[in-house]
Structure formats: C-alpha cells, structure tokens
C-alpha cells in the first residue's frame, strides 16, 4: 500500500522527482516501440516510488509485446496494490481474455493449463512459479508528495493516481516530449524600439507558427525547424502602416521538466510594409513617393517559456526583439520589441 506522508525528508523527494523522470522516460520508450526498455524504467521507478501506476503501465507494455503470462502477474499485482481502483472491471477483463487465450495455446499443445494462472484456479494470486507472493502488508512506506509519478498508461485508457484511482478516457499516450508537430496561435504587443521620427504607441500583435522538432525524445535537448507569420501596425495621423512578417524559425529546445519547456529561436525572413504614405514617421522625407508594399529583410530573436497543461496543449510567453535593416528612403533600422503569449497544438 502507498503511503501518503507530509513530512517528506530531502532523499525521499529526489527519490520522487527520479521516479517522475522515470515514467514519463518509460511512456517515451513505450511510444517509439522499445517496450523492454519502457519496462526497465517503470520497474526501476516502481522501486523509488511504490505507485501502482507503474505495475499497470508494466501489465500494458508486456501484453502489447503478446507475453500473456507476465502481463497477467502485473495486472494481479496492481490490482492487490491498488483496491478501489476505478478500472477493475477493465483490469479483470483483460486478465480474463489473456487466461483463455494461455488457456488456448496450452490446448493446442497438448497440455494443461498452467496452474498459477489457470482460468480455473480459484486461489491463483498472479505470482510466477517459483516465487513467494508479495505481501501488501510489508511493503515499504514510500514518501509521496503529489500524484505527478503515475500519469496515463500505456494503453491511453486512463491516469492512475498514487491513491489508485484512475481517471478513464482522459489521456492518449504520448508524452509532450513525443510529440514532434506543433502549431502555435499567439497574441499581444509590439514597441518601436528605432527607425521612427517619432514617438509610437504600442500596437497589437498577431503572430501564427508551426515547426517540427527533431531528436530524441527522450533528450533533454532538441532541434526545433519552424516558420512563422507575424502581424503588427503602426497607427499614425492619417494613415495605418500595416506589417506582415513570413520568417524561417530554426529553435534549440530545452525541457527543463516534465512540464516546463524553454525555447531559444532565432529567425530570418521578410518584412512586408503597406499602406505607406509620404507622411509616414518610417520615411525619411516626406518628398518621397511611395508605391505598393516595401519588402526589408528581417532577422528576429526570440526565447518562450512553454507550460504543458496536457499533452496536447500548452501555453507559452514569447519575448522577442525583430529588427530590420534601413532601406533607401526610410529614416533607419526598424527595431520592434515584442511580447506575446498565446497557445501551442501538438496533433
């Protein structure tokens, strides 16, 4: 049984924060098809933190891998471990189906069903031959802060919590990390930093982006290839300079937790300036003629801080600097300051 202790010493929380890396490691291995591996670091997890999450994820990876007999022994140990858990019947079903189908292949051999797990043993407890059947009653008291170990299983039919509890239906199986696609719709402001005659009150900004991360998911460090559509104006007297931006976004990515993201971006593109006016604070003289949208080359720098509220989703703050050199006519270097925050899709 999993203990729920306030007073957690400093060991036991390091023990809790590995076990966490543990299984979201293990859901990584899971999702890339290294099943012994995903078994290896929820077992070693399971031995940090005694969350039954863990014996249900292992039940999950060996069925998936067609070992029937060990997939029953843990689905049996997670169920002992965890009592009330709201996905018995589910649990109870499938250690049914894979009794019969052992049951089967054991016909076809010619030879009886094995005992320990033998549809017809009413005292089968789920222990493999050979060994003595873990007592709940001596299981070590394990120190647990949160519920933040035991996340969705490996099947995506739900989330078991320490307690033993599972939340059906809520998750597919993907870590954050797993997930290379995302899509991003951001809003907030910019301020001219350089490249007016005058003052300029900050404008709103509109910004959409996608990319594709490369690497191991499993790392801590990856490469990020994306590319982004910016908008913003410049609100003057007579006249709204609009800019459209269309840029190249090549990103590092750091996870420094299983939730928190940090990005660093540095882009290259095009500037596209409309609805300029002789007047315009961006001209150097009002002498001059302007006809059409004016392209300037922009290079921007940016770093967000992503937050994974599921894993699908997430929010982010984006702080950015853009600037774009001067072109003939213009007064000089445009240099905006941005900050959006908006969300970010991985499909």
Do not use: C, H
Request: overall charge neutral; aromatic content about 10%; proline content about 7%.
């Amino acid at each position: 049984m999993v203990l729920v202790v306030s007073g957690a010493t400093p060991a036991r929380a390091d023990d809790a924060q590995k076990a966490r890396e543990l299984f979201t490691q293990g859901n990584t291995y899971f999702d890339i098809g290294q099943f012994d591996k995903a078994i290896d670091a929820w077992q070693n997890g399971y031995q940090l933190k005694n969350d039954p999450g863990f014996l249900y994820n292992i039940a999950q990876a060996y069925r998936t891998m067609g070992d029937a007999q060990k997939a029953i022994f843990f689905y049996k140990r997670y169920l002992s471990n965890s009592p009330k858990a709201r996905n018995r019947a589910e649990v109870e079903q499938k250690i049914e189906a894979l009794q019969k189908q052992l049951s089967v292949q054991e016909q076809a051999k010619g030879l009886p069903p094995p005992g320990p797990f033998g549809p017809d043993n009413p005292g089968a407890s789920g222990t493999p031959p050979g060994t003595e059947p873990p007592s709940a009653a001596v299981s070590p008291e394990v120190v647990v802060t949160d519920g933040t170990a035991a996340g969705a299983s490996a099947s995506g039919q739900g989330t078991t919590s320490p307690s033993g509890t599972v939340e059906t239906g809520a998750l597919d199986t993907a870590p954050p990390s797993a997930r290379r696609v995302d899509l991003r719709a951001a809003i907030g402001f910019d301020t001219w930093s350089s490249g007016l005659q005058e003052n300029a009150q900050p404008s709103f900004a509109f910004t959409l982006a996608g990319g594709y991360t490369f690497g191991n998911p499993a790392s801590r460090v990856r490469f990020r290839l994306g590319a982004l559509l910016g908008y913003t104006f410049l609100k003057e007297t007579d006249s709204k300079d609009t800019f459209t931006s269309f840029l190249i976004d090549p990103t590092i990515v750091v996870r420094l937790s299983p939730r928190l993201v940090l990005m660093g971006d540095l882009g290259f593109g095009v500037l596209s300036i409309s609805g300029l006016t002789p007047n315009s604070a961006l001209l150097s003289s009002s002498q001059v003629d302007i006809k059409g949208s004016q392209a300037l080359s922009l290079v921007r720098i940016g770093v967000a801080a992503d937050y994974d509220l599921t894993r699908k989703l997430s929010v982010f703050l984006w702080p950015a600097y853009a600037n774009s050199a001067k072109k003939p006519y213009f007064y000089g270097d445009i240099g905006r300051f941005q900050v959006l925050a908006g969300v970010a899709y991985r499909p």
